[in-house]
């Protein structure tokens, strides 16, 4: 289990990675369980590099934060999505399969990394992947109310995690399409939608492409969080 002290774990060398699972987490997103060859630590919110080397050793890589929360085990989960004409994320979702070995590294990051003090996440579609970890952390902690999560997908089908969001401790925006008996109507997020989240004093964690970080950084900010007191991991383009 990890600590607050000390700060967030450095990354290690390359190590070899064994594909023990893979999982169906929407139309466009699998997430992979992978064996390390050893135990891990990490704090939820890091993130792992995946190297993909080609017969003519040609290599590209690519970062993928950790869904799973810290544990003893030395297993974890990334979730990707894939992305039309993605180099890495087409690879990982359409050619690797159980079995498997892919070369990682990490823990990376430091400022993303949450360090258990009362956080709300705010999360856009793959952006809900480091926020899990937090979410899923904070549940095995028996202290739900460490972590509020706030995600935005376009329609039901588009929510990782489907089964396990749900809970008190989480709201989700759709933008486009409701499920039956959802009260709010579709739409893009509002600082209403932040509101009852940002109870007490909260750090605050926005993940996403880069447009979503953008305009929720901006409400979250309006809602009165200091800029110093929001944390932003950008996964890239717009999307
Ligand atoms: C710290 C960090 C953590 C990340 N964690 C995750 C994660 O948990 N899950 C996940 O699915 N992704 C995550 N990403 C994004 C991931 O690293 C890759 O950028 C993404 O998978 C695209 O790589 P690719 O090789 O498939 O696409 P490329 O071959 O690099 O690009 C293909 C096409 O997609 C566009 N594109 C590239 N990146 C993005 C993007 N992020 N969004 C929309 N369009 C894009 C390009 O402009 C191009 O048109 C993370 C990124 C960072 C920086």
């Not at 891990?40 to 890091?46: I, L, M, R, T």
């Not at 590099?49 to 974890?76: H, N």
């Not at 996440?121 to 095995?140: D, E, F, N, Q, Y």
Request: net charge negative; glycine share 12%; aromatic share 8%.
């Amino acid at each position: 289990m990890t600590s607050v002290s000390g700060g967030p774990p450095h990354p290690g060398p390359w190590q070899t990675a064994k594909v023990t699972g893979i999982h169906q987490e929407t139309p466009t997103a699998k997430t992979f369980t992978l064996a390390l060859p050893q135990p891990c630590s990490f704090w939820a919110g890091q993130h792992f590099v995946v190297r993909l080397t080609a017969p003519d050793g040609y290599r590209a890589q690519r970062s993928y934060s950790i869904a799973s929360p810290p544990s003893d085990s030395a297993e974890l989960d990334l979730t990707v999505e894939v992305l039309q004409g993605g180099e890495v994320s087409g690879f990982l979702n359409e050619a690797v399969e159980v079995g498997d070995v892919l070369d990682v590294r990490g823990p990376i990051g430091g400022d993303f990394a949450w360090d258990l003090r009362p956080a709300l996440g705010v999360g856009g579609g793959s952006g809900i992947v480091p926020l899990m970890s937090m979410l899923r952390h904070a549940r095995t902690l028996g202290r739900p109310d460490l972590f509020r999560l706030v995600v935005s997908v376009r329609r039901p089908e588009e929510l990782y995690y489907s089964a396990e969001v749900p809970g008190v401790d989480t709201s989700v925006v759709f933008t486009r399409a409701v499920p039956d008996g959802h009260v709010r109507p579709p739409g893009r997020l509002m600082a209403r939608d932040l509101t009852t989240a940002l109870d007490g004093d909260r750090e605050v964690y926005v993940c996403g492409s880069t447009a979503f970080c953008d305009a929720a950084t901006e409400l979250v900010a309006a809602a009165g969080v200091p800029t110093d007191r929001i944390r932003v991991e950008r996964f890239g383009f717009s999307g």
